[in-house]
Protein backbone atom coordinates (compact mmCIF):
# COMPACT_ATOMS: atom_id res chain seq x y z
CA UNK A 1 0.00 0.00 0.00
CA UNK A 2 1.47 3.37 -1.24
CA UNK A 3 2.13 5.76 1.85
CA UNK A 4 2.04 9.47 1.90
CA UNK A 5 3.95 12.33 3.34
CA UNK A 6 4.23 16.00 3.60
CA UNK A 7 7.87 17.93 2.52
CA UNK A 8 8.25 21.71 3.18
CA UNK A 9 10.81 24.37 4.87
CA UNK A 10 10.86 26.21 7.25
CA UNK A 11 9.60 30.06 6.70
CA UNK A 12 13.04 32.31 7.22
CA UNK A 13 10.53 34.95 7.75
CA UNK A 14 8.35 33.24 10.71
CA UNK A 15 9.15 31.59 14.19
CA UNK A 16 10.60 28.51 13.59
CA UNK A 17 7.97 26.93 16.25
CA UNK A 18 5.56 26.97 13.39
CA UNK A 19 6.87 23.40 13.12
CA UNK A 20 5.19 22.49 15.73
CA UNK A 21 1.76 22.82 14.78
CA UNK A 22 2.37 21.46 10.91
CA UNK A 23 4.08 18.59 12.44
CA UNK A 24 1.01 17.51 14.90
CA UNK A 25 -1.25 17.91 12.16
CA UNK A 26 0.85 16.16 9.47
CA UNK A 27 0.30 13.28 12.13
CA UNK A 28 -3.19 13.90 13.01
CA UNK A 29 -3.99 13.52 9.40
CA UNK A 30 -2.24 9.98 9.33
CA UNK A 31 0.74 11.01 6.88
CA UNK A 32 4.01 8.66 7.19
CA UNK A 33 6.86 11.10 7.67
CA UNK A 34 7.34 15.13 7.73
CA UNK A 35 10.32 16.13 5.51
CA UNK A 36 12.10 19.12 6.31
CA UNK A 37 14.18 21.18 3.77
CA UNK A 38 17.95 21.60 4.40
CA UNK A 39 18.77 24.55 2.82
CA UNK A 40 20.53 28.08 3.96
CA UNK A 41 17.34 30.04 2.35
CA UNK A 42 15.48 28.74 5.17
CA UNK A 43 15.91 27.89 9.33
CA UNK A 44 18.03 25.20 10.75
CA UNK A 45 16.28 21.71 9.50
CA UNK A 46 17.74 19.60 12.82
CA UNK A 47 15.89 22.19 14.99
CA UNK A 48 12.82 21.41 13.16
CA UNK A 49 13.04 17.97 13.56
CA UNK A 50 14.22 18.29 17.18
CA UNK A 51 10.83 20.15 17.86
CA UNK A 52 8.51 18.41 15.80
CA UNK A 53 9.71 15.31 17.39
CA UNK A 54 8.76 16.68 20.79
CA UNK A 55 5.17 17.06 19.74
CA UNK A 56 4.78 14.04 18.01
CA UNK A 57 4.40 10.31 18.80
CA UNK A 58 4.70 8.34 15.38
CA UNK A 59 5.64 10.43 12.47
CA UNK A 60 8.84 10.01 11.02
CA UNK A 61 10.87 12.73 10.72
CA UNK A 62 13.48 13.11 7.83
CA UNK A 63 15.99 15.78 5.98
CA UNK A 64 14.65 16.78 2.68
CA UNK A 65 17.64 16.69 2.08
CA UNK A 66 21.16 17.52 3.17
CA UNK A 67 23.16 18.52 1.05
CA UNK A 68 26.86 16.91 1.06
CA UNK A 69 28.80 19.08 0.02
CA UNK A 70 27.75 21.94 2.33
CA UNK A 71 27.86 19.16 5.51
CA UNK A 72 30.53 16.87 6.68
CA UNK A 73 29.69 13.22 7.03
CA UNK A 74 30.87 13.50 10.46
CA UNK A 75 28.14 16.38 11.12
CA UNK A 76 25.69 14.98 8.95
CA UNK A 77 25.56 11.70 11.00
CA UNK A 78 26.18 13.11 14.61
CA UNK A 79 22.84 15.27 13.54
CA UNK A 80 20.98 12.80 12.69
CA UNK A 81 21.91 10.63 15.43
CA UNK A 82 20.41 13.28 17.79
CA UNK A 83 17.17 13.78 16.12
CA UNK A 84 16.88 9.83 16.08
CA UNK A 85 17.65 9.94 19.92
CA UNK A 86 15.29 12.85 20.42
CA UNK A 87 12.30 10.91 18.83
CA UNK A 88 12.92 7.97 19.62
CA UNK A 89 14.27 6.04 16.27
CA UNK A 90 12.22 7.70 14.09
CA UNK A 91 14.64 9.84 11.64
CA UNK A 92 15.33 9.31 8.52
CA UNK A 93 18.54 11.02 6.78
CA UNK A 94 17.88 12.31 3.60
CA UNK A 95 20.81 13.40 1.41
CA UNK A 96 21.48 14.98 -2.40
CA UNK A 97 24.95 15.84 -4.42
CA UNK A 98 23.66 19.46 -3.79
CA UNK A 99 21.16 21.31 -6.58
CA UNK A 100 22.08 24.55 -8.32
CA UNK A 101 20.31 26.90 -6.11
CA UNK A 102 20.85 24.98 -2.66
CA UNK A 103 25.10 25.09 -3.32
CA UNK A 104 25.80 26.80 -6.25
CA UNK A 105 24.77 30.35 -4.95
CA UNK A 106 27.27 29.86 -1.88
CA UNK A 107 29.80 29.16 -4.30
CA UNK A 108 30.18 25.69 -4.18
CA UNK A 109 29.51 23.18 -6.71
CA UNK A 110 27.26 19.84 -6.62
CA UNK A 111 29.67 16.90 -5.39
CA UNK A 112 30.62 14.28 -8.75
CA UNK A 113 29.00 11.13 -8.82
CA UNK A 114 32.18 9.23 -7.13
CA UNK A 115 32.39 11.88 -4.59
CA UNK A 116 28.45 11.16 -3.39
CA UNK A 117 29.23 7.24 -3.90
CA UNK A 118 32.09 8.05 -1.69
CA UNK A 119 30.22 10.06 0.99
CA UNK A 120 27.54 7.95 0.49
CA UNK A 121 29.61 4.64 1.91
CA UNK A 122 31.33 6.87 4.64
CA UNK A 123 28.09 7.62 5.85
CA UNK A 124 26.90 4.57 6.26
CA UNK A 125 29.33 2.85 7.48
CA UNK A 126 29.47 5.90 10.63
CA UNK A 127 25.56 4.81 11.27
CA UNK A 128 26.77 1.65 11.64
CA UNK A 129 29.24 2.52 14.28
CA UNK A 130 32.31 2.21 12.15
CA UNK A 131 34.98 4.25 13.14
CA UNK A 132 37.48 6.18 10.16
CA UNK A 133 40.96 6.36 10.16
CA UNK A 134 41.91 9.99 8.47
CA UNK A 135 45.37 10.65 6.78
CA UNK A 136 46.08 8.54 10.75
CA UNK A 137 43.43 10.38 12.95
CA UNK A 138 40.63 7.68 14.47
CA UNK A 139 37.36 9.17 14.84
CA UNK A 140 33.67 7.78 15.17
CA UNK A 141 30.33 9.10 16.34
CA UNK A 142 29.19 7.93 19.60
CA UNK A 143 26.16 9.68 19.51
CA UNK A 144 25.14 7.02 17.16
CA UNK A 145 22.68 4.34 19.00
CA UNK A 146 21.28 2.97 15.63
CA UNK A 147 21.81 2.62 11.57
CA UNK A 148 19.28 5.46 10.87
CA UNK A 149 17.92 4.70 6.93
CA UNK A 150 19.47 6.81 4.56
CA UNK A 151 17.45 8.08 1.74
CA UNK A 152 18.64 10.08 -1.14
CA UNK A 153 17.33 12.41 -3.41
CA UNK A 154 17.84 11.86 -7.35
CA UNK A 155 17.21 13.55 -10.68
CA UNK A 156 18.97 11.97 -13.41
CA UNK A 157 19.90 8.08 -14.32
CA UNK A 158 23.84 8.13 -12.71
CA UNK A 159 21.91 9.27 -9.70
CA UNK A 160 19.12 6.72 -9.80
CA UNK A 161 22.27 3.76 -10.31
CA UNK A 162 24.44 4.66 -7.32
CA UNK A 163 21.28 5.40 -5.17
CA UNK A 164 20.01 1.98 -5.92
CA UNK A 165 23.56 0.32 -5.35
CA UNK A 166 23.56 2.18 -1.43
CA UNK A 167 20.44 3.60 0.07
CA UNK A 168 17.28 2.51 1.82
CA UNK A 169 14.96 4.84 -0.43
CA UNK A 170 15.05 7.32 -3.44
CA UNK A 171 13.24 10.35 -3.17
CA UNK A 172 13.07 10.40 -6.98
CA UNK A 173 12.31 14.11 -8.84
CA UNK A 174 11.56 15.40 -12.17
CA UNK A 175 8.30 16.16 -14.38
CA UNK A 176 5.66 14.57 -12.44
CA UNK A 177 4.39 12.26 -15.22
CA UNK A 178 3.50 8.12 -14.61
CA UNK A 179 5.98 7.31 -17.24
CA UNK A 180 8.81 9.33 -16.50
CA UNK A 181 8.85 8.33 -12.66
CA UNK A 182 8.14 4.68 -13.75
CA UNK A 183 11.55 4.80 -15.89
CA UNK A 184 13.62 6.32 -12.68
CA UNK A 185 12.19 3.75 -10.38
CA UNK A 186 13.02 0.94 -13.15
CA UNK A 187 16.72 2.32 -12.99
CA UNK A 188 17.15 2.40 -9.03
CA UNK A 189 15.98 -1.23 -9.13
CA UNK A 190 18.30 -1.71 -12.03
CA UNK A 191 20.92 -0.63 -10.05
CA UNK A 192 19.86 -2.64 -6.41
CA UNK A 193 19.73 -5.93 -8.57
CA UNK A 194 23.27 -5.01 -10.37
CA UNK A 195 25.02 -4.74 -6.89
CA UNK A 196 23.38 -7.50 -5.47
CA UNK A 197 20.67 -5.89 -3.53
CA UNK A 198 16.90 -6.87 -3.04
CA UNK A 199 14.76 -4.25 -5.14
CA UNK A 200 12.00 -4.50 -2.81
CA UNK A 201 14.41 -3.25 -0.42
CA UNK A 202 14.97 -0.24 -1.41
CA UNK A 203 12.07 2.25 -1.01
CA UNK A 204 11.03 4.71 -3.70
CA UNK A 205 9.48 7.68 -2.82
CA UNK A 206 7.93 9.76 -5.60
CA UNK A 207 8.01 13.86 -4.73
CA UNK A 208 5.26 15.98 -6.07
CA UNK A 209 4.89 19.61 -6.28
CA UNK A 210 1.34 19.98 -5.82
CA UNK A 211 -1.41 22.66 -5.25
CA UNK A 212 -5.05 22.78 -6.46
CA UNK A 213 -8.27 24.97 -6.10
CA UNK A 214 -11.24 25.76 -8.47
CA UNK A 215 -9.08 28.47 -9.73
CA UNK A 216 -5.60 27.12 -9.67
CA UNK A 217 -4.09 30.26 -11.49
CA UNK A 218 -2.16 31.34 -8.14
CA UNK A 219 -1.11 28.63 -7.63
CA UNK A 220 0.50 28.35 -11.72
CA UNK A 221 1.75 31.59 -11.25
CA UNK A 222 3.43 30.90 -7.97
CA UNK A 223 5.54 27.70 -9.31
CA UNK A 224 6.91 29.28 -12.43
CA UNK A 225 9.84 29.97 -10.74
CA UNK A 226 10.49 26.28 -9.68
CA UNK A 227 9.61 25.22 -12.93
CA UNK A 228 12.91 27.86 -14.41
CA UNK A 229 14.90 26.20 -11.92
CA UNK A 230 14.14 22.94 -13.28
CA UNK A 231 14.66 23.94 -16.72
CA UNK A 232 18.09 25.45 -15.90
CA UNK A 233 19.00 21.22 -14.82
CA UNK A 234 21.08 20.42 -18.06
CA UNK A 235 21.05 17.49 -20.32
CA UNK A 236 17.12 16.05 -18.96
CA UNK A 237 15.43 17.99 -21.53
CA UNK A 238 14.21 14.48 -23.17
CA UNK A 239 12.44 13.85 -19.91
CA UNK A 240 9.90 16.45 -21.50
CA UNK A 241 7.48 16.79 -24.58
CA UNK A 242 9.22 18.25 -27.63
CA UNK A 243 6.78 21.04 -28.09
CA UNK A 244 8.97 22.36 -24.84
CA UNK A 245 12.12 22.39 -26.76
CA UNK A 246 12.20 25.96 -27.54
CA UNK A 247 11.44 27.41 -24.61
CA UNK A 248 14.27 25.33 -22.72
CA UNK A 249 16.32 27.15 -24.95
CA UNK A 250 14.82 30.54 -24.42
CA UNK A 251 14.53 30.42 -20.58
CA UNK A 252 18.49 29.71 -21.01
CA UNK A 253 19.23 32.42 -22.50
CA UNK A 254 16.74 34.85 -21.02
CA UNK A 255 17.76 33.96 -17.02
CA UNK A 256 21.13 34.25 -15.95
CA UNK A 257 20.55 33.77 -12.06
CA UNK A 258 19.70 30.43 -10.65
CA UNK A 259 16.29 30.42 -9.69
CA UNK A 260 15.51 29.34 -6.60
CA UNK A 261 12.44 26.81 -5.70
CA UNK A 262 10.43 29.25 -3.83
CA UNK A 263 9.79 32.58 -4.06
CA UNK A 264 10.24 35.10 -7.35
CA UNK A 265 12.04 34.82 -10.19
CA UNK A 266 13.14 37.01 -13.05
CA UNK A 267 12.08 35.31 -16.68
CA UNK A 268 8.49 34.18 -14.83
CA UNK A 269 6.71 35.37 -18.21
CA UNK A 270 8.48 33.40 -20.17
CA UNK A 271 6.68 30.49 -18.81
CA UNK A 272 3.61 29.09 -20.32
CA UNK A 273 0.88 27.22 -18.13
CA UNK A 274 0.93 24.43 -19.80
CA UNK A 275 4.30 23.81 -18.60
CA UNK A 276 3.85 23.99 -15.21
CA UNK A 277 0.25 21.81 -15.26
CA UNK A 278 2.94 19.06 -17.41
CA UNK A 279 6.04 19.59 -14.49
CA UNK A 280 3.73 19.69 -11.46
CA UNK A 281 0.49 18.37 -9.93
CA UNK A 282 -1.10 21.97 -10.50
CA UNK A 283 -4.54 22.35 -11.29
CA UNK A 284 -8.31 21.85 -10.01
CA UNK A 285 -9.02 19.08 -7.35
CA UNK A 286 -10.31 16.67 -10.30
CA UNK A 287 -7.44 17.27 -12.38
CA UNK A 288 -5.01 16.17 -9.28
CA UNK A 289 -7.09 13.45 -8.14
CA UNK A 290 -6.86 12.26 -11.55
CA UNK A 291 -2.58 12.60 -11.70
CA UNK A 292 -3.08 11.36 -8.33
CA UNK A 293 -4.08 8.38 -9.89
CA UNK A 294 -1.70 7.64 -12.16
CA UNK A 295 0.83 8.25 -9.71
CA UNK A 296 -0.45 5.56 -7.78
CA UNK A 297 -0.99 2.86 -10.10
CA UNK A 298 2.95 2.58 -11.08
CA UNK A 299 3.01 1.47 -7.48
CA UNK A 300 5.60 3.32 -5.18
CA UNK A 301 6.41 3.17 -1.50
CA UNK A 302 5.16 6.67 -1.07
CA UNK A 303 4.29 9.85 -2.41
CA UNK A 304 5.60 12.81 -0.80
CA UNK A 305 3.69 15.80 -1.24
CA UNK A 306 6.28 19.15 -1.53
CA UNK A 307 4.41 22.75 -0.68
CA UNK A 308 6.98 25.07 0.25
CA UNK A 309 5.92 26.78 3.05
CA UNK A 310 3.28 24.24 4.29
CA UNK A 311 0.50 25.42 7.20
CA UNK A 312 -1.68 23.62 8.81
CA UNK A 313 -4.49 24.30 6.78
CA UNK A 314 -2.15 22.97 3.92
CA UNK A 315 -1.52 19.83 5.39
CA UNK A 316 -5.61 19.52 6.11
CA UNK A 317 -6.24 20.12 2.53
CA UNK A 318 -3.50 17.55 0.95
CA UNK A 319 -5.30 14.69 3.28
CA UNK A 320 -7.98 15.52 1.64
CA UNK A 321 -6.69 14.61 -1.83
CA UNK A 322 -5.56 11.41 -0.45
CA UNK A 323 -8.62 10.39 0.81
CA UNK A 324 -10.17 11.30 -2.91
CA UNK A 325 -7.46 9.61 -4.46
CA UNK A 326 -7.18 6.41 -3.07
CA UNK A 327 -11.11 6.27 -2.86
CA UNK A 328 -13.09 3.50 -5.19
Excluded at 82 to 106: E, F, K, P, Y
Excluded at 141 to 161: D, H, K, L, N
Amino acid sequence: MVKFSIMTALDPNAPVTDVVDVAKATEEAGFDTLWLWDSWASKDVNIGLALAAQHTRTLKLATGVSPTPLRHSALLVNSIATVDDISDGRAILGIGCGGQATVGRLGVRKARIAEFRSEMQLIRFLLAGGQVDEDGKLYQIESVSRPVPVYTAVWGPRMQTVSGELADGVIIMGPEQPAVFADKMARVRAGASDAGRNPDEVKLVLQVTGAYADDPTPFIDKYKSLAIHHMQRLGYEKEYPKEFAPLFDRVRQHVENIAMPEGKSPGTELIPDEFVKHAMMVGTEEECVERMRSLIAIEPDEIVFSIGYATVADIEKFANLVRKSVAA
